[in-house]
């Protein structure tokens, strides 16, 4: 999805200015989520049945990024984690650049907001400095961080599962995807449509 940023100039004409890559949309986190597990036909993919990349998981050494994040991290990038050498706080943290929560995006559509306003010019200025400098993340940013950063602990809920001694069953690695999908739902449902 591209989201076109429009400045306004003063005698009204609309003017393209910028465009914002929005990758991680609402659509996007759904269909990762129905790819991972789709609840109309129970098919699912099978989450953690290998090694994973950069550094241990703190519930199972063998696997060293949880499988979620890494599956979110190769369908926003087309890479894996390990080509790339990121970890799961760096996945989160690209989902969010990548969504319309980023704060560049924000802090330009209020921009373009104050703009589109015809404020006094000194008031405008001082909006659009205050705009730039400001570095506060949004509690729905907040919030989507959160529920992402909650994939690990959801996925290895149930910790006598038999994963941890490399007996996962068919049932566990579907409540394993379901759970994970669960997930990546919530994080949707706070993006824009």
Known sequence: MKSTIVSVYKQGMPTKTKTTDCVVTRKFLLNLADDIYEPKTRKFLRLCNGT??????????????????????????????????????????KAIELSCLSPKVLREKAIVAIEALRLDSELEHSLISYLKDANEISAVESEFREILSMIPDVNDEDLDDGCLDGTCSYETYRNRSMRVARQLRAAAKLLPE
């Not at 087309?78 to 989160?92: A, C, H, L, S, Y």
């Open 52 to 93: 994973l990349q950069n550094g241990p998981d703190p519930k199972d050494a063998k696997r060293s990024m949880h499988c979620g994040l890494g599956e979110l991290y190769f369908a926003m990038t087309g890479r894996q984690p390990n080509q790339d050498r990121v970890n799961e706080d760096k996945v989160i943290d």
